[in-house]
């Protein structure tokens, strides 16, 4: 079975067998939709919009999210994008497709790639053609015979510092992306190559796999002991102040005490006179 969203928004493909047809999933001025889990792999072409061969082919579609997809063993390529802008493929398989792994052609522009295994495709990982500000990071390149064709006004790595754990300690830095023919040092021990590769200023020095977001800090939470104890000071020092500030039952014998004295000696300086 293929699949065809034409003009369509907003909705959900998911859960999909696509695979041994023309192609997976056609979108053609189809915006803000979402395919997740499907399959799209062995496709072969065969006439009309079937001759694409593509796992997605996307014409005129934006905002679009494709995640945890199978791309692979297509006749062209596992995604293929034509002006197509602000799309975003995560945790996506995209491997041993006849020519690449995705195409991005003629104002394919600001789309992101995160999280993905390009691997083993014919030709290239990724071929770009007159498509700008494209985004690559945290993606494995495994078994590429050529990783990027073209890579110029394109990121090939996060455009700003993001949070990951990496051998079990949180860091904060920008990244790139993973490739098994490069290996690279890591003095600081952060996952990040000391030097770039090719394009991509912040190579991983392993898979993504061993790469993840950091946990959230635990809270302190304090004692009863310790709580009570800051309770019952306060209210000592509070009772203290109390009783030297406020007249009580025990002040009342000192203050008659110094009345009858301040008589006495006024009658003995009246006699005295």
């Not at 041993?96 to 691997?119: C, H, I, M, P, Y």
């Not at 494995?140 to 394109?154: A, R």
């Not at 990244?175 to 040092?185: L, Q």
Request: net charge negative.
């Amino acid at each position: 079975m293929e699949f065809t969203l034409a003009a369509a928004t907003s909705n959900l493909v998911s859960n999909n067998n696509l695979n041994s047809n023309g192609f997976g999933i056609y979108l053609d001025g189809s915006s803000g939709n979402r395919l997740s889990n499907n399959s799209a792999s062995n496709e072969k072409g065969g006439g009309g919009k079937a001759s694409l061969s593509d796992g997605i082919y996307m014409y005129n579609s934006n905002n679009n999210n494709v995640t945890q997809c199978d791309l692979s063993n297509n006749n062209n390529f596992g995604a293929s994008l034509y002006q197509s802008k602000n799309n975003v493929f995560s945790h996506n398989t995209i491997s041993a497709n006849a020519q690449f792994g995705v195409r991005l052609r003629d104002g394919s522009d600001n789309n992101e790639f995160s999280w993905n295994t390009f691997k083993a495709n014919e030709e290239n990982g990724v071929l770009i053609g007159d498509s700008n500000s494209n985004t690559f990071y945290f993606n494995n390149f495994v078994n590429e015979k050529s990783h990027f064709y073209t890579q110029e006004d394109n990121n090939i790595n996060s455009t700003k510092e993001l949070n990951y754990t990496f051998n079990g300690n949180p860091f904060s830095s920008f990244v790139g992306n993973y490739y098994s023919n490069y290996a690279g040092t890591d003095s600081d021990g952060n996952g990040i190559a000391d030097s770039s590769f090719g394009g991509d200023k912040h190579p991983l020095v392993k898979p993504i796999e061993n790469y993840g977001l950091p946990q959230a800090t635990p809270t302190p939470t304090a004692t009863l002991t310790s709580t009570s104890s800051v309770a019952d000071e306060n209210v000592t020092a509070t009772a203290a102040a109390q009783r030297v500030l406020t007249p009580g039952f025990e002040t009342v014998p000192a203050m008659l005490g110094l009345l009858f004295a301040a008589t006495i000696a006024a009658m003995l300086k009246k006699r005295a006179s």
